[in-house]
């Protein structure tokens, strides 16, 4: 059974900090894995990450994959009240399978 | 402009009552998809079609049904043999095919409560 695994669960960090959140898998057939940002209803896209693309940067957001060890980071820096959200991370395997999301990571950012 | 829209926003049931959740979308999607977001449990599948007039099973089907009579719709109805329907439900799209490419596109979501 295919799984996705975060942690931590949930986070509180400080303006400004930097912080890094995880994602580890058990795929058969890995194809990518995409972050999403969840703040009050619709999740939206940030990265995908696949064999051809192991390393992704949008302005303070980065993520990389590591295909051998079977995890994935999301790293953060300089934290804005406005990063407060659930982060979640999905696997996605060959063929048209669905999906797998992890449990998601809860982060607050406090003034 | 394209998108995916689920209705109500808000749902109340009553015990023992049907109710059904739209979702529609004008992204000429193949694929629709609708997950059960609980409280610390992330997204779970409840199910899943890749094209029209066919659908599967997810993780947590049993108290469900769903149709695709459209390529643009699938509605969700949650039967009162789902024990425990409050929850947050998510209804996502896709090209058939393109996980790899694109991933989904998600509604904003309907919130249900029993009452």
């Known amino acids: 059974e295919d799984k996705v695994v975060q942690s931590p669960l949930s986070l509180v960090v400080h303006e400004g900090d930097t912080v890094t959140l995880n994602c580890s898998y058990e795929?058969?057939?890995?194809?990518?894995l995409l972050w999403y940002k969840q703040e009050k209803k619709a999740p939206t896209f940030l990265f995908m990450l696949?064999?051809?693309?192991i390393e992704k940067k949008s302005g303070r957001l980065s993520s990389i994959l590591d295909k051998k060890e079977l995890f994935s980071i999301l790293n953060i820096t300089a934290t804005q009240t406005g990063d407060s959200a659930i982060y979640l991370c999905a696997v996605g395997s060959s063929g048209n399978t669905p999906l797998v999301f992890g449990k998601g990571t809860r982060l607050s950012v406090i003034a | 402009d394209g998108g995916i829209t689920q209705s109500p926003k808000y749902l109340f049931r009553k015990e023992g009552q049907n109710v059904t959740l739209s979702c529609e979308q004008n992204?000429?999607?193949?694929?629709m998809y609708w997950y059960r977001q609980d409280p610390g449990q992330g997204l779970r599948l409840i199910y899943y079609?890749?094209?029209?007039?066919?659908?599967q099973k997810g993780d947590i089907a049993e108290g469900y049904s769903v149709s695709r009579e459209k390529k643009e719709s699938f509605p969700l109805t949650v039967t009162s043999a789902q024990k425990n329907p409050t929850a947050f439900y998510l209804c996502?799209?896709?090209?058939?095919?393109?996980?790899?490419?694109?991933?989904?596109?998600f509604g904003s979501g309907t919130r249900l409560t029993v009452v």
């Open positions: 996502a799209s896709s090209m058939r095919g393109g996980l790899l490419y694109y991933g989904y596109t």
């Open positions: 992204l000429n999607h193949d694929a």
């Open positions: 696949t064999s051809s693309g």
């Open positions: 079609s890749q094209i029209v007039n066919d659908f």
């Open positions: 795929v058969t057939n890995f194809r990518s």
